[in-house]
């Protein structure tokens, strides 16, 4: 072999010695990551795992020295381990602040392998946002919030082709169909997570009827009647005064307000059902249209009333 060819195959096997081994691994907050080196040599006597955050500084992870284990930096206590066997390190509840590059010190010389970690945020659970069209009342916009990855998909498991939404998101139109069990779902994703929202059914959809308020009389007091609104999703109770009132779950739908004849006979109660897409508020109950059998009984008692002042008067 010539001179030329031989320095050629050193070169090559120099390179290849000292050439740095690389380990690139993502990982999600909350998530555990574990590094070992490619080999451990004989007599080891210390292992040292160092790193080296984002801004180029460098901090000692965990320290084995002959029995002895050190976590010096608090950063990584009480979640990091090192097997002296094998010089494997593991991090648990991992968080951003553990991304960058790790490094391993055996026997006091650093070794050539290169670990680096990226730790990212788990993507929140989507929620989506109605929004109205003006122009078309069975057409809706929904939209999803996020600067990653969106997935728009509906109920027969198709992917759904959505349009950019400022300042972030995408936004996508539907039009309801009359099939109330139809449904879209939206996904988040990154390199480490995803979730997927809640399904948004059509009949979420469709725009809530003009409610009309019952009127349950009570058989024990007769100033006092239950207002019922059926209604499946929202309901509101105010009162002429602009408060909102808490009412109570009504079978096999809708909510039972228990109100009280007060005296005056202007004071009116509103029932407002609303969903993703709309609301509507029903005509205003006057409290004289719930005294109304009161009042005839009131009426009819004076008669008997005047009988029985005479009766005495005789």
């Known amino acids: ?46 292992i040292i795992w160092k790193h080296i955050n ?18 010096p930096n608090p950063r990584f206590r009480d979640i990091t381990t090192v097997d002296e066997k094998t010089g494997q390190i593991t991090i648990t509840n991992l968080k951003v602040e553990h991304s960058g590059v790790y490094t391993i010190d055996i026997n006091s010389k650093e070794q050539q392998q290169r670990f680096t970690l990226t730790v990212m945020e788990r993507v929140p ?44 998101g995408v936004t996508l139109r539907v039009k309801y169909e009359g099939n109330r069990v139809n449904f879209y779902t939206c996904t988040l994703k990154n390199t480490v997570s995803e979730e997927t929202s809640d399904p948004l059914y059509e009949k979420d959809l469709e725009r809530v009827p003009k409610p009309v308020i019952k009127i349950e ?13 059926e209604y499946s999703e929202t309901i509101i109770w105010k009162n002429s005064a602009g408060e909102t009132l808490k009412g109570s779950k009504h079978d096999p739908k809708g909510e039972t307000l228990r109100v009280k004849y007060e005296g005056n006979r202007e004071n009116f109660y509103t029932c407002t059902l609303k969903n993703a897409v709309s609301e509507e508020t029903s005509d205003p109950l006057y409290e004289k249209d719930l005294v109304s059998n009161k009042g005839r009984a009131i009426a009819a008692s004076i008669p008997w009333i005047t009988i029985a002042i005479i009766m005495l008067l005789l």
Do not use: Q
Request: aromatic residues 4%; glycine residues 4%; neutral net charge.
């Open 217 to 229: 009389k009570i058989k024990d007091n007769p100033d006092v009647v239950n207002l019922i609104c």
């Open 125 to 168: 659970k989507p929620v989506i946002k109605t929004e109205k069209s003006k122009d078309n009342p069975d057409v809706v916009y929904l939209i999803c919030e996020y600067n990653e990855t969106i997935i728009w998909k509906n109920s027969a498991g198709e992917t759904l082709k959505g349009s950019k939404h400022d300042p972030k």
């Open 54 to 71: 984002t801004a180029g500084i460098t901090v000692k992870v965990i320290e084995w020295d002959e029995g002895e284990i050190l976590i």
């Open 1 to 46: 072999m010539s001179l030329r060819s031989l320095l050629l195959v050193a070169i090559i096997v120099f390179i290849t010695t000292e050439a740095v081994s690389a380990v690139d691994v993502k990982k999600a907050v909350g998530d555990r990551v574990s590094f070992r080196p490619d080999k451990l040599i004989p007599s080891v006597t210390s």
